[in-house]
């Protein structure tokens, strides 16, 4: 990611706490002011427009979702995809507005640094055979996360034994 000036640290930053605590639909550009203590023209001066801030909070969380993937990937207790959806489920309900503004509507790839999200991707890249494979896979935890997410399960439904059955439908997919 490029390096933001100490000013711009501080606006997304702010941005971040907006988000994770209301959603994206909380982060305006007055709220963001508010909260820094300074009139929404200023932040102009750092940033063109709104999307411009919600791409910096994008690649923040498709670096920090890579991290954990990888750490998952080398977490010496064996790795596979089970232990990925672990942490691709830890990472998104441990930040549930920031993971759906990440993966809710187009990705404002133009927006974002180079090969962000090809980080995110390669640790199931690496251990799922097949492009297809690999996005069904993420299609899957994608799909579990947001029904988790939004208590579409029924009550007392098992979701640790969804996510089980559905790691094991791909186990012939992995490396």
Do not use: C, N
Not at 154 to 168: Q, Y
Request: without cysteine; aromatic residues 6%.
């Amino acid at each position: 990611m490029a390096e933001l000036s100490p000013r711009a640290g501080q606006i997304v930053a702010a941005a971040r706490e907006l988000v994770e605590a209301g959603g994206a639909d909380a982060l305006t550009m007055r709220a963001l002011a508010a909260r820094l203590g300074i009139r929404a023209p200023s932040l102009y001066k750092h940033f063109p427009d709104k999307s411009a801030v919600e791409a910096e909070l994008i690649a923040i969380a498709l670096a920090e979702l890579a991290t954990a993937l990888e750490r998952a990937e080398h977490d010496g207790r064996g790795g596979g995809l089970a232990a990925l959806g672990r942490a691709y489920r830890a990472y998104a309900l441990g930040h549930p507005h920031l993971y759906r503004l990440m993966s809710a509507g187009p990705l404002p790839r133009d927006l974002l640094p180079a090969g962000v999200e090809e980080r995110a991707a390669l640790p199931l890249v690496r251990i799922v055979r097949g492009e297809a494979a690999a996005r069904a896979v993420w299609g899957l935890a994608h799909g579990l996360v947001m029904l988790e997410l939004d208590g579409r399960f029924p009550p007392g439904a098992d979701i640790e034994a969804a996510w089980t059955a559905g790691m094991s439908a791909f186990t012939t997919a992995a490396r």
